[in-house]
């Protein structure tokens, strides 16, 4: 059974830094990307990030392009989401997705299954 | 605002059939193959619809997608009080180079 399951969020300071975890178990992890995305209280959902399968390609929203950075470790089965410069506007739930193929460009793609989520609170 | 249209907010009867629509552009559902997923309430979203009209196991086929050129539409048939659930549709953008959620519709069942 594939199983995600994300760590790291908190309450943070406007301008402060935080990282996500996503640790996933029950799949080949170097075979498929991915993803970041995130639901601020009461809103809809923002992809935030991917990554690919072998690491080599990242994408990110425009919203925190240049701000966040998505990696991943193949010998922890681990994503992580370093997120600086944080904003009262990153205050959301971030989920972890894992994509369908190898890289997010790809055809044929989709997120299954999600975690269960962590909370970032941006908040002086 | 989202770069894929939702209305906010749909409703039905019991039995009833009711559908959700999803507009977009060329760049996204007129290249790629869409996607829906259902959040109910207090959980986390869970994958409804795959490749534009495809159940994924588990999922009754009173769901089912469609497309058509750059619009899609997820049809809920038999609407029972368990789908009173927000339905969002996604799909991947290359002029964005990134995934592209609708803004999500709120489903009440009456």
């Known amino acids: 059974e594939v199983q995600l399951l994300e760590s790291g969020g908190g309450l943070v300071q406007p301008g402060g830094s935080l990282r996500l975890s996503c640790a996933a178990s029950g799949f080949t992890f170097t075979t498929y990307a991915m993803s970041w995305v995130r639901q601020a209280p009461g809103k809809g959902l923002e992809w935030v990030s991917a990554?690919?399968?072998?690491?080599?390609?990242?994408y990110y929203a425009d919203s925190v392009k240049g701000r966040f950075t998505i990696s991943r470790d193949t010998s922890k089965n681990t994503v992580y989401l370093r997120m600086n410069s944080l904003r009262a506007e990153d205050t959301a739930l971030y989920y972890c997705?894992?994509?369908?193929?190898?890289?997010?460009?790809?055809?044929?793609?989709?997120?299954?299954?999600w975690g269960q989520g962590t909370l970032v609170t941006v908040s002086s | 605002q989202s770069v894929l249209t939702q209305p906010p907010s749909a409703s039905g009867t019991p039995g009833q059939r009711v559908t959700i629509s999803c507009s977009g552009s060329?760049?996204?559902?007129?290249?790629?193959?869409v996607n829906w997923y259902q959040q109910l309430p207090g959980t986390a979203p869970k994958l409804l619809i795959y490749?534009?009209?495809q159940r994924p196991s588990g999922v009754p086929d009173r769901f089912s997608g469609s497309t058509s050129g750059t619009s899609a539409s997820l049809a809920i048939s038999g609407l029972q009080s368990e789908d009173e659930a927000d339905y969002y549709c996604?799909?991947?953008?290359?002029?964005?180079?990134?995934?592209?959620f609708g803004g999500g519709t709120k489903l009440t069942v009456l």
């Open positions: 490749n534009n009209n």
């Open positions: 060329s760049s996204n559902i007129g290249s790629y193959t």
């Open positions: 997705a894992k994509e369908n193929r190898g890289d997010s460009t790809y055809y044929n793609n989709w997120f299954d299954p």
């Open positions: 996604a799909a991947w953008d290359d002029s964005l180079d990134g995934w592209v």
């Open positions: 990554i690919s399968g072998g690491g080599g390609n990242t």
